[in-house]
Nanobody, 123 residues
Framework: QVQLVESGGGSVQAGGSLRLSCAAS????????MGWFRQAPGKEREGVAS???????TYADSVKGRFTISQDNAKNTLYLQMNSLKPEDTAMYYC?????????????????WGQGTQVTVSS
């Protein structure tokens, strides 16, 4: 049974950092693609970052150089380190996964989703 549980969200000031975690069960990271997505009020869900097979990384242009996706295979946990946060990063952040390899941050290709964790960045 697949379960994805996010944690680590919160409120920070612009320029601050947060690290999101996603505890995953029912997935073998080496044979899956895992990703982080976000959705702000009134906007569509967008891809933030993904990791495929544990080594192929994909980032949205808006977060390149600021966010880092990683995973701990022993803990079956996905991470998103977010630095230099901006007010426009404010959103609900979701962890998602798909079996098989696909280096994409298109949310349509991910089949399993967590419940989300809120990130709020104030100016």
């Amino acid at each position: 049974q697949v379960q994805l549980v996010e944690s680590g969200g919160g409120s920070v000031q612009a320029g601050g950092s947060l690290r999101l975690s996603c505890a995953a069960s029912g997935y073998t990271f080496s044979s899956a693609s895992m990703g982080w997505f976000r959705q702000a009020p009134g906007k569509e869900r967008e891809g933030v970052a993904s990791i495929t097979g544990g080594y192929s990384l994909t980032y949205a242009d808006s977060v390149k150089g600021r966010f880092t996706i990683s995973q701990d295979n022993a803990k079956n946990t996905l991470y998103l380190q977010m630095n230099s946060l901006k007010p426009e990063d404010t959103a609900m952040y979701y962890c998602a996964g798909r079996r098989g390899w696909m280096s994409t941050i298109n949310p349509a290709y991910f089949s399993d989703w967590g419940q989300g964790t809120q990130v709020t960045v104030s100016s």
